[in-house]
T-cell receptor, first 111, second 118 residues
């Protein structure tokens, strides 16, 4: 079992929908959580990061961590076709310089 | 902005050839990484380096070697390319010291090299 699990999708939604992307993790020592966005045939780019539990908002994006249930979420409001990409979550123990990545969820936002 | 560049976007090589993939970062990061990414398998760590001339094996080092002669440059070498090494190769870098916002573990990726071995 991987330490960070993601449903690969694809998740297909209409433009304007609220999207919820989720990961679960098994290592309770994880302290930092990151979301990357990867467009087709490109490298992943950092989208958001958050520490421990709680929410973090950046424009249309909200990252949420629930350490009690070991659940990581990324919400996208007013989704756009340009949001179509693969989203990777990642977690890190802190003090270790190698994060653990999920396999990614493919999101398709259709007009 | 952190910039990580990779020497080629697309490469086609023959089985048995020696292949060099180069990565350069301009943010003075100590740590550099090579991953391969395959459909359904996600990112798999091949090798990483936390300092010049230092290297550590990742999860799938077999068939690969690396070189880090300068802080900003990290090379991946396929000693004798095989068809099962056809993949997307991604280089990343991260800082070791300094501030922790964003977390030091945050990796910054290059655009990737799509390698096809025939």
């Amino acid at each position: 079992q991987k330490e960070v699990e993601q449903d690969p999708g694809p998740l297909s939604v209409p433009e304007g929908a609220i999207v919820s992307l989720n990961c679960t993790y098994s290592n309770s020592a994880f302290q930092y959580f990151m979301w990357y966005r990867q467009y087709s045939r490109k490298g992943p780019e950092l989208l958001m990061y958050t520490y421990s539990s709680g929410n973090k908002e950046d424009g249309r994006f909200t990252a949420q961590v629930d350490k009690s249930s070991k659940y990581i979420s990324l919400f996208i409001r007013d989704s756009q076709p340009s949001d179509s990409a693969t989203y990777l979550c990642a977690a890190s123990r802190g003090g270790s310089y190698i994060p653990t990545f999920g396999r990614g969820t493919s999101l398709i936002v259709h007009p | 902005d952190v910039k990580v560049t990779q020497s080629s976007r697309y490469l086609v090589k023959r089985t048995g050839e020696k292949v060099f993939l180069e990565c350069v970062q301009d943010m003075d990061h100590e740590n550099m990484f090579w991953y391969r990414q395959d459909p359904g398998l996600g990112l798999r760590l091949i090798y990483f380096s936390y300092d010049v001339k230092m290297k550590e094996k990742g999860d799938i080092p077999e068939g690969y070697s690396v070189s880090r002669e300068k802080k900003e440059r990290f090379s991946l070498i396929l000693e004798s390319a095989s068809t099962n090494q056809t993949s997307m190769y991604l280089c990343a870098s991260s800082q070791r010291g300094g501030t922790s916002d964003p977390p030091r573990e945050t990796q910054y990726f290059g655009p990737g090299t799509r390698l096809l071995v025939l």
